[in-house]
């Protein structure tokens, strides 16, 4: 893995090379094996959070980690081209517009004994900048030489904060074009609700369940990118103990050996149904 500066990994995408990289301030990782015609996303993977911020944050370790979505870089990691945050949405939100990717409270609670300097603002924000920035370069070259993308979109939920049955995983799909995309939106709930889990674990999966797609990664890339469908994937935290903080690597691996198989398949089908 290299250490890069956004500029030199725009500049490697659009040279169309391969490469393996970290952001030069260790803010996201950006692995391109092969380009194909589709992403494997996880802005939320990251659990990072700058020591500057330590002593100002009221929440604790535990309670940022049990909001961000381990194991979901995880998950894809196989894939030819993965790109993955590495700070914790604490310090600032790649899921969220940069208007307010930076949280006052998290969940019910103040995040901040006192509010952040301006310098300190804007440090975050930059990060957030530089990563849609190499967003935008990379989706522009793969619809440029592809005519077609899907991005795989992963989460994770935790499950134990509802009061009814929840599905193992949920596609949020209510700002997505589903009247032009429907059967592969179809086709990949399908996909994953045969996922095989330890323990005799059902792998249901239903559409907008719980959550619904509104994340500002699906929508930048939806707004900017008319030939591109992000396919936001939750997964129900049952790879892990919500409470202990404990990862149950059997279940993880048991995801990700299923995914190597599932995921080119599904965007194999959706290249095939909607190429030029």
């Not at 969940?107 to 440090?123: F, I, N, T, V």
């Not at 103990?241 to 990700?256: K, M, N, R, S």
Request: hydrophobic share 35%; proline share 3%; aromatic share 14%.
């Amino acid at each position: 893995m290299q250490r890069l500066s956004v500029d030199d990994i725009i500049q490697k995408i659009q040279n169309e090379e391969c490469f393996d990289a970290v952001a030069e301030d260790y803010s996201f990782t950006l692995k391109i094996e092969k380009y194909v015609h589709y992403v494997c996303g996880a802005v939320h993977d990251g659990h990072q959070f700058r020591k500057e911020l330590w002593k100002n944050c009221l929440h604790s370790e535990y309670e940022r980690w049990f909001e961000e979505d381990p194991c979901t870089k995880t998950f894809v990691k196989s894939h030819p081209i993965v790109i993955a945050g590495c700070d914790s949405r604490f310090e600032y939100d790649l899921n969220r517009h940069p208007d307010n990717a930076i949280y006052e409270d998290a969940w019910g609670k103040k995040l901040w004994k006192a509010p952040l300097s301006w310098e300190q603002h804007d440090r975050s924000i930059q990060k957030h900048d530089n990563f849609y920035n190499v967003v935008d370069a990379l989706i522009s070259k793969l619809e440029e030489k592809f005519g077609v993308v899907v991005v795989y979109d992963m989460h994770s939920y935790n499950w134990r904060r509802w009061d009814r049955e929840v599905p193992v995983i949920n596609l949020g799909t209510q700002n997505i074009d589903n009247e032009r995309f429907g059967t592969l939106i179809e086709n990949w709930r399908e996909s994953l609700s045969k996922l095989e889990l330890p323990y005799g674990m059902r792998a249901t999966s239903k559409l907008n369940d719980t959550f619904f797609g509104n994340g500002y990664f699906l929508k930048f890339i939806t707004k900017n990118f008319s030939n591109t469908l992000v396919l936001a994937t939750e997964f129900k935290k049952i790879y892990c103990d919500e409470l202990t903080q404990v990862i149950f690597p059997e279940v993880v691996a048991a995801i990700e050996t299923q995914l190597r198989e599932k995921l080119p398949q599904h965007a194999e089908a959706f290249y095939l149904a909607h190429r030029p």
